[in-house]
């Protein structure tokens, strides 16, 4: 291998190294700039989700104060506070507080826990609902999540229970609305994310129990193994669980999806808020990176190129010319005694002085 070779080889490794350091460099610290906007902008969601949360629980709240503080329901608990009172005078009475009051369930419970009226489930009046008589302080719990059974099925509602004392009998106010894919189109989510909710109402994974807002989810199996996770993750523990999924083969596709817990008041598991974000804007800009560095990585090579053949064509002709000498003095071809001579008396020029 010539010089000239080598020092081309030398230029060369020495571009491709730097243009390869200073490109995973950039693909590296703009990578982690990303992760780091998109677990804000996660947070970001969470947070504006338990403030939604929140108020719709406060709207609830509400509702079921005015439905206690109305006249019709003093009425009623006046009157269940009789002796041998008739319950059936009031088994439509929730049907009308619901549609009053802008809520998707309402109930009314006697002190013993008999279901007087129900707005969604108007079969079940008669029969026990003694969950309700455990507590003693309704009137200041929050909203709280909850399963609503329904005659074709079980939905999640954010429910308020307030108590209305009457003597010693007490009159229950069971109030609600749907956890579902409404509650999920209040959100002002931000570019390139998506909310969805799976409703944890079955012991067994159920692809109809994801929503986003417009309703059922594409390919929701997918989220099986993510669910899995949750459900069987200690509701202790604060870190949100996370999946990657690659929907086709094109990388800008894929989404990476954090999970957040949402239980209810005895800390079982009832739902799944999916914070998702879209991975193409990270993807498109590592192939950007890519193709600029790809770019200047040919074009340092051509410039090395004609530089180092510049550099080395300075530099090995007069080491070459050396080298052809040295190997015709080895080989006994000697300069001619006219040449010495004439290179002596140059070398002597001018004459030394005499006195």
């Known amino acids: 291998m010539s010089f000239r070779t080598k020092l081309f080889l030398v230029f060369l490794v020495t571009v491709l190294a730097s243009v390869s350091l200073v490109a995973y460099g950039v693909t590296h610290y703009t990578q982690a700039?990303?992760?780091e906007m998109d677990a804000q902008r996660t947070q970001a969601l969470v947070t504006q989700f338990k403030r939604e949360y929140a108020q719709r629980g406060e709207e609830v709240q509400q509702e079921v104060k005015n439905i206690a503080n109305a006249d019709v329901?003093?009425?009623m608990a006046l009157d269940l506070a009789r002796p041998n009172a008739d319950q059936s005078t009031y088994v439509r009475d929730a049907n009308g507080a619901a549609q009053d009051h802008n809520l998707d369930?309402?109930?009314?419970?006697?002190?013993?826990?008999t279901l007087i009226s129900s707005a969604q489930y108007p079969a079940r009046v008669g029969y026990k609902d003694e969950w309700v008589t455990t507590r003693k302080d309704w009137n200041e719990t929050p909203a709280f999540l909850r399963k609503e059974e329904l005659p074709d099925g079980v939905e999640l509602s954010l429910t308020v229970v307030?108590?209305?004392?009457v003597g010693e009998k007490t009159l229950y106010i069971v109030g609600g609305r749907r956890v579902d894919q409404h509650f999920l189109a209040s959100l002002a989510l931000p570019e390139g994310m998506r909310a969805l909710l799976y409703r944890n109402l079955e012991p067994n994974f159920v692809p109809a129990a994801l929503t986003d807002k417009d309703g059922a989810v594409a390919q929701a199996e997918r989220f099986q193994p993510l669910i899995?996770?949750?459900q069987k993750q200690s509701r202790s523990q604060s870190e949100p669980l996370v999946q990657h999924i690659d929907w086709t083969n094109d990388a800008s596709q894929s989404e990476t999806f954090n999970a957040i817990p949402l239980t209810g008041p005895n800390n079982e598991l009832l739902g799944v808020l999916l914070a998702g974000s879209?991975?193409?804007e990270l993807v498109l800009l590592t192939r950007q990176i890519v193709k600029i560095s790809a770019a200047v990585a040919g074009a340092a090579i051509l410039i090395g190129l004609l530089v180092s053949w510049?550099?080395?064509s300075r530099i090995t002709r007069p080491v070459e010319e050396l080298a052809e000498?040295?190997?015709?003095?080895?080989s006994g071809r000697w300069i001619p005694a006219s040449t010495c001579v004439a290179r002596t008396k140059s070398a002597s020029w001018p004459p030394p002085s005499t006195t």
């Open 325 to 330: 000498g040295a190997r015709e003095v080895a």
């Open 278 to 280: 879209s991975q193409k």
């Open 310 to 312: 510049w550099v080395s």
């Open 228 to 230: 899995e996770q949750v």
């Open 73 to 75: 329901t003093l009425r």
């Open 162 to 165: 307030r108590a209305l004392p």
């Open 33 to 35: 700039a990303f992760e």
């Open 105 to 113: 369930f309402v109930q009314f419970v006697n002190s013993d826990g």
